[in-house]
């Protein structure tokens, strides 16, 4: 069983930038590829980005490309989200998740099976 906890949330003016981390453990975290998703409120959850268990691979949802960057130390077990050239519309509970199967890319909520509770990110115009 793999806990998450996600931290670094804020609020953060546009334009501005927010480093998300998430820390994983009671599970070999090398061994997960992990992702990165948002919920706005009243929307459903969206994916965000994606990385492999080694970090050489990374994928990225349209509405984040060349703004947010997905990075991971296995050493320390802990998967990161840098956001810069935050929007408005970036606000929402990022969450983390971590996923067993080493398949890439995993874009799908499903294909996770372990969450942490979400951090809000709230970007003011």
């Known amino acids: 069983q793999v806990q998450l906890v996600e931290s670094g949330g804020g609020l953060v003016q546009a334009g501005g930038s927010l480093r998300l981390s998430c820390a994983a453990s009671?599970?070999?975290?090398?061994?997960?590829?992990m992702g990165w998703f948002r919920q706005a409120p009243g929307k459903e959850r969206e994916f965000v980005g994606t990385i492999t268990r080694s970090g050489g691979g990374k994928y990225y949802g349209d509405p984040v490309k060349g703004r947010f960057t997905i990075s991971r130390d296995n050493a320390k077990n802990t998967v990161y989200l840098q956001m810069s050239s935050l929007k408005p519309e970036d606000t929402a509970v990022y969450f983390c998740?971590?996923?067993?199967?080493?398949?890439?890319?995993?874009?799908?909520?499903?294909?996770?099976?372990?969450w942490g509770q979400g951090t809000q990110v709230t970007v003011s115009s």
């Open positions: 009671g599970g070999t975290f090398s061994s997960y590829s």
């Open positions: 998740a971590a996923e067993s199967s080493g398949g890439y890319p995993r874009v799908h909520l499903g294909q996770y099976d372990y």
